[in-house]
């Protein structure tokens, strides 16, 4: 009795274990020296835990910087971590939230596991209805909004879910270890199934765990081993590899496959080596031959079998998170090199338009130098409204806005579209480009632009990464149900390991300038081809050596639509029309009535929406440009305004704006707009909307 007492002070001290010089076996001595070597690892592993806790820490800060509840997920639908708006919205505890099942948070948890499964599979997804279940029964409608991290070789580790305010299983559950304490005097109460159709070792071992405050449950087969499990938390299982429905190592792994992560000791009344290294090998944490057992023997087996399984859940978890972590930093280093290029790239028209203003304003200036000033503000121009285009197309597509408008179109017609457009960057560097068109006789049915969009994105970046002087090569083939085009060049190359991130938002591996672009075009080409159900990839030998461009389309029902006719690009004007102009932008509204004015009609400006009006109704107006963001009354109000008036039923009505969203053109249809253009509205498709118009191609809705 002193001598178990003097032990137990011992390990309070700081010894790792102790042993009985009386009851000193070579099996007992083994196993305590292995278990003493495994706790030191865990008390080691505990302090990289808490150096990483300190670290999520600021990650955490980091979330509740976000109004909306945000939570952490891991890959089996658990959560990690919530800010304090996740903990307002669902009424737990931080320590109740974390570990809680995902998709058990809503009404529709089945709907929201699927979906969740999805988000693995797909990466993303955006404005998913759900409810939220609240602790006190209330319920809230929210829009789920997900995106799925990774580790660097490209495997899904878990995903970040905002929740933001909706406006005006019968599986068996996976078992986690617990956290058990080393020192036998702190040692919490066990949960331990007994699997043992042998009755009189059944009541030995319930005899030997009497005596210890574990909770103890027997069965005497495998199927109501699962049943047990299934209904109540076990923290380890003793199980005898000889029952009725089971023989051999059988049950070990009917058991291991049903509940993963479940710590099992196997039992066996045979010494054969042979056995007892299978069942480690399958997954037991330990065994226990039942001619050895003693008290003290399989209290400490027990003990460290939970304390091994969860150490290693620990470090896994610590795999996880390193991970991860390394995954946030790399994001953000890409985030922070897209606004450093994104400022660049912004910047970098205004020099040039600069000089080509003072060299307009120039009396002295010459025709040629004029006509040099001229070019140059329409290429900067072009450049900064490519730019503009691609953030929103990104926009749209990751909000699931983004329509396509398929038709059946040949694929030689995509090719030669995207040539042409990439003609002015592959000219400017001298290139060497090489065109294999398949024959016109091959369609596919998809959104043409869209498509001659990603050709020329590819085009581009192909002349950009080539050094002057460089071949580049485009040409498209028929393989069976689908369409290969290719985009080759001998520039820069990339390194062949970067083939997995060279299509992920804001990252440039090819980089050969301090902004060569913003990281954006390739993210956006892939979202383009996905969209038509296709593939692109990219392969390089290496650095320096070239890279080619695959993109896969499927043909879809080509041979059963029929190609659009190109359709005339405008009309001649017949007659001057009167236009009145809207916009708090005078600079904007003084240019567009000076190009109206050019054109032979009679143009009119406003900056507010009481001035319009007044305006209206002297000059009675045929078409109105109107910007939407007006101060004070906007422009969908001015629009149902302006119908109200005796002239403005046959009034042709055309929003012009920045705001390009599905929802905006809806609203402006509302509002009685006949068309909807985004700024910035390029002069030819002005004068093609003028010229429609005066030639009665495009005229005001009647209103009753």
């Not at 076996?25 to 690892?41: D, S, V």
């Not at 570990?99 to 058990?104: E, I, L, R, V």
């Not at 359709?567 to 009167?578: G, I, K, L, V």
């Not at 102009?581 to 004015?597: G, P």
Request: hydrophobic share 40%; aromatic share 4%.
């Amino acid at each position: 009795m002193n001598d178990e007492f003097l032990g137990m002070r011992a390990v309070q001290e700081g010894a790792e274990d102790y042993l009985l010089k009386s009851e000193i076996t070579g099996h007992l001595i083994y196993r305590a020296a292995q278990y003493a070597a495994e706790r030191h690892r865990s008390r080691a592993r505990e302090a990289v835990l808490a150096v990483e806790e300190a670290l999520l820490n600021e990650t955490r800060t980091l979330m509740e910087i976000m109004r909306d509840p945000v939570v952490a997920i891991g890959r089996t639908g658990k959560i990690i971590e919530a800010n304090e708006a996740a903990l307002k919205v669902t009424g737990l505890q931080r320590d109740k939230l974390a570990g809680t099942d995902f998709p058990g948070c809503f009404t529709a948890t089945e709907k929201a596991r699927e979906r969740c499964q999805q988000l693995f599979v797909q990466g993303s997804f955006s404005d998913y209805p759900l409810t939220i279940r609240h602790q006190d029964g209330r319920l809230t409608d929210v829009l789920c909004n997900a995106a799925a991290y990774r580790d660097g070789r490209g495997k899904v580790l878990g995903a970040l879910a905002v929740l933001r305010s909706m406006p005006a299983s019968n599986s068996m559950p996976v078992h986690r270890a617990r956290r058990v304490s080393s020192d036998p005097s702190e040692a919490a109460p066990l949960r331990v199934l007994l699997v043992e159709d042998n009755m009189a070792d059944a009541d030995f071992i319930r005899e030997v765990f009497s005596d210890r405050p574990h909770q103890m449950h027997h069965v005497m087969r495998i199927a109501d081993a699962l049943a047990c499990v299934a209904a109540q938390e076990t923290d380890l299982i003793l199980l005898d590899l000889s029952l009725p429905d089971a023989s051999g190592l059988e049950g070990l792994r009917i058991i291991r496959d049903a509940v993963p992560g479940l710590p099992v000791v196997v039992l066996t009344g045979s010494s054969d080596d042979t056995l007892t290294t299978l069942a480690l090998k399958e997954g037991a944490e330990d065994f226990l031959l039942k001619s050895e057992i003693t008290e003290k023997l399989i209290h400490r087996t027990v003990r460290y079998a939970v304390e091994r399984r969860c150490s290693r859940e620990q470090e896994k978890q610590l795999a996880v998170e390193q991970a991860a972590r390394a995954e946030s930093e790399r994001m953000n280093q890409a985030k922070d090199r897209f606004l450093a290029v994104l400022a660049h790239e912004l910047r970098n028209p205004l020099a040039p338009l600069h000089f080509a203003l003072e060299i307009l304003q120039r009396p002295g200036a010459g025709e040629s130098a004029l006509k040099q000033a001229r070019h140059s503000m329409r290429r900067q121009v072009t450049q900064l409204a490519r730019l503009v285009d691609d953030l929103v197309d990104v926009g749209r597509i990751n909000s699931n806005k983004l329509n396509l408008h398929t038709e059946r179109i040949s694929v030689a017609r995509i090719v030669n579209a995207a040539v042409e457009a990439a003609m002015p960057e592959l000219n400017k560097s001298g290139h060497e480009l090489r065109v294999s068109a398949p024959s016109p006789d091959v369609h596919i049915v998809a959104d043409g632009d869209r498509v001659i969009q990603v050709l020329t994105n590819l085009l581009n970046n192909a002349a950009k990464f080539t050094p002057a002087g460089g071949t580049i090569s485009i040409g498209a083939t028929l393989e069976e149900s689908e369409v290969l085009i290719h985009v080759r060049d001998t520039g820069v190359g990339f390194d062949p390991a970067a083939s997995s991130y060279l299509f992920e938002m804001f990252y440039q591996e090819r980089r050969v300038t301090p902004a060569s672009g913003l990281g954006i075009g390739l993210a956006l080409a892939r979202q383009l081809v996905e969209l038509h159900g296709g593939t692109i990839s990219a392969t390089s030998p290496g650095k320096g050596l070239g890279a080619e461009f695959v993109v896969r389309l499927p043909v879809g029902l080509a041979s059963s639509a029929p190609e659009k006719a190109t359709a005339p690009s405008s009309a001649p004007p017949t007659s001057c029309m009167r236009v009145l102009i809207v916009d708090d932008n005078e600079d904007a509204a003084h240019f567009v009535a000076l190009y109206v004015k050019a054109l032979g009609h009679e143009p009119r400006v406003a900056h507010e929406a009481s001035a319009a009006l007044a305006i209206a109704h002297e000059f009675q107006p045929q078409i109105a440009l109107l910007d939407i963001g007006l101060p004070g009354m906007d422009g969908y109000e001015l629009a149902t305004q302006l119908r109200k008036a005796p002239f403005g039923r046959q009034l042709c009505l055309a929003a012009l704006t920045g705001w390009g969203q599905t929802q905006d053109r809806h609203r402006a249809a509302e509002a009685g707009f006949d068309c909807y253009f985004t700024k910035p509205m390029e002069p030819v498709k002005l004068r093609e909307f003028l010229d429609s118009v005066s030639a009665g191609l495009v005229s005001g809705t009647p209103r009753a």
